[in-house]
């Protein structure tokens, strides 16, 4: 006889977070989000997602762009590829996360990190960037709803 062992509760197989459970039309209605992506391709998809969501949204395609357009407008969330040309999304957001603590900044930038790898290790290099979420692409829009809604509302561990 097998018995079955609960898996321990990781960010890909934990519980939705309750706003995840059914995402409204407009879930995101309002939130300012920036993506750093530099896949044309993957920039329409996830620009219609969002906008879809309710998002209003801002797109770049290096890291470079992501750090001036962070220290030019206030947003609530960034999606951002972590391989591209030039600054990737690993220095960028250590970048992003430098100028935090040099202006003594009163909130800290949402960065979720887009990535086509899998594995710990990827997880762990978005962690020690910055980043407060990773996920693997493609990602569906729930995924990527969700993950900016338990940026906006954590809820307890």
């Known amino acids: 006889m097998h018995l079955l062992t609960p898996r321990p509760q990781t960010p890909r197989n934990r519980p939705p977070h309750p706003l995840c459970l059914a995402l409204p039309p407009l879930a995101l209605n309002g939130v300012r989000v920036l993506v750093a992506e530099d896949n044309a391709t993957n920039q329409i998809i996830t620009r219609t997602m969002l906008q879809r969501a309710g998002a209003k949204v801002d797109m770049v395609e290096n890291g470079e762009l992501a750090v001036s357009m962070v220290r030019r407008f206030a947003y609530d969330a960034l999606l951002m590829d ?3 040309p030039g600054m990737d999304g690993l220095a960028a957001t250590r970048a992003i996360r430098q100028d935090e603590a040099a202006e003594q900044a009163p909130r800290r930038l949402h960065i979720i990190g887009l990535t086509a790898g899998a594995g ?31 940026c906006l509302h954590p809820t307890p561990a």
Not at 122 to 147: Q, W, Y
Request: hydrophobic share 40%; with cysteine.
């Open 82 to 84: 972590v391989q591209m």
């Open 120 to 150: 710990a290790e990827i997880g762990e290099e978005c962690r020690s960037a910055g980043m407060d979420f990773h996920l693997s692409k493609p990602a569906n829009r729930e995924t990527v709803v969700g993950a900016i809604l338990r």
